[in-house]
Nanobody
Framework: VQLQASGGGLVQTGDSLRLSCAAS????????MGWFRQAPGKEREFVAA????????YYADSVKGRFIISRDKAKNTVDLQMNSLQPEDTAIYYC??????????????????WGQGTLVTVSS
């Protein structure tokens, strides 16, 4: 599976941005897709994920209520709608795909496939 992320950019505090990730190589028929991010000097952290079958979603506490993850099974894509962006959201955002256990949805080691990353910069 190859993952291609797009939609990053430079925005101001309070703005919105939408990231998109397209899976190719083979039809993603199950498992979970999501997003992680890594800010300069910090560890990679979980942002959001969605179960391909059933659509159950998971969010980090820091983005809950502001970000919305969605998937389009026909297009094999997953989007991340980011609202009310804050400077602390500045990071490289990575699209991921894998088959994590329920208890491991937020762990980066649970995801076998990673996209190249897209930079989101939020200015104050």
């Amino acid at each position: 599976v190859q993952l291609q992320a797009s939609g990053g950019g430079l925005v101001q505090t309070g703005d919105s941005l939408r990231l998109s990730c397209a899976a190719s190589g083979r039809t993603f028929s199950g498992g979970t897709m999501g997003w992680f991010r890594q800010a300069p000097g910090k560890e990679r952290e979980f942002v959001a994920a969605v179960r391909w079958n059933g659509g159950m979603t998971y969010y980090a506490d820091s983005v809950k209520g502001r970000f919305i993850i969605s998937r389009d099974k026909a297009k094999n894509t997953v989007d991340l709608q980011m609202n009310s962006l804050q400077p602390e959201d500045t990071a490289i955002y990575y699209c991921v795909a894998g088959e994590p256990a329920l208890s491991a949805t937020r762990s980066p080691t649970s995801y076998r496939h990673w996209g190249q990353g897209t930079l989101v910069t939020v200015s104050s």
